[in-house]
């Protein structure tokens, strides 16, 4: 009786020790699959932060330095708005090399230099086409087209007016963030966050270097100054 009722012990504890060593065995590989594939939201969260960092700042402004020394900023040449608007294209272009083109509004900016080259050549095309087109024919299409396209506007307009406020504010935020114009919800908050977090770091890296920049220029006029004198 003692024998089998020590035997019935000892079955129970070698089972409690299986299920132990089974428990400890699932909670180990669980964790080692939780760190070689992350969550999303760990994901954005640290995509989020590495904006944050000073090493990606620096980053960032080692390439916009880069890509600015390549840009035409002679005030003889081009006018102000257009220097303006080629550092802009060239610091949005710099962020999304930075970005590495992981995310939608960086692989958007990327590619957006390809698309308005393309674009451009259809419209010389187009322009020849309804040149020559113009010429046989008449003012009468030319007439036409303009109508056309003025009716399209009126109704994108109109569409725009019929939707409800939430679903308004939502289409503006996607046209805000690049390639994110015609994306759902979850997706366009999420870009929206890094795309902040990556404009926010824009921001403190270009004040740096536009700082720099009016300390040297600073420091160069009063070196000369007293040669001149």
């Not at 090493?55 to 081009?78: F, G």
């Not at 113009?134 to 003012?139: C, T």
């Amino acid at each position: 009786m003692e024998q089998s009722s020590s035997s019935a012990v000892a079955a129970v504890i070698s089972t409690n020790a299986n299920i132990n060593t089974d428990r400890a065995r699932r909670r180990k590989k669980k964790k080692s699959v939780l760190q070689k594939h992350p969550s999303k939201e760990s994901r954005n969260s640290q995509s989020h932060a590495k904006w944050k960092t000073e090493a990606q700042q620096q980053i960032y402004s080692s390439k916009l330095i880069q890509a600015l020394s390549q840009v035409n900023l002679n005030p003889s040449t081009s006018s102000a708005p257009r220097q303006g608007r080629a550092v802009r294209e060239v610091a949005d272009r710099a962020l999304a090399f930075a970005a590495k083109g992981k995310t939608r509004w960086s692989r958007a900016i990327l590619t957006s230099r390809i698309k308005l080259k393309f674009r451009k050549q259809q419209h010389k095309r187009r322009r020849l086409a309804s040149s020559s087109s113009f010429s046989s024919s008449g003012s009468t299409t030319g007439s036409s087209s303009r109508s056309s396209r003025k009716h399209k506007v009126s109704v994108l307009g109109l569409k725009g007016k019929g939707l409800p406020a939430v679903q308004r504010k939502v289409s503006v935020l996607g046209r805000l963030v690049p390639g994110c114009r015609k994306q759902p919800l979850p997706v366009i908050l999420e870009e929206a966050t890094d795309y902040i977090a990556a404009l926010e770091m824009q921001v403190k890296a270009m004040s740096a270097i536009a700082e720099l920049l009016s300390r040297s220029t600073s420091e160069a006029s009063s070196s000369s100054s007293p040669m001149t004198s």
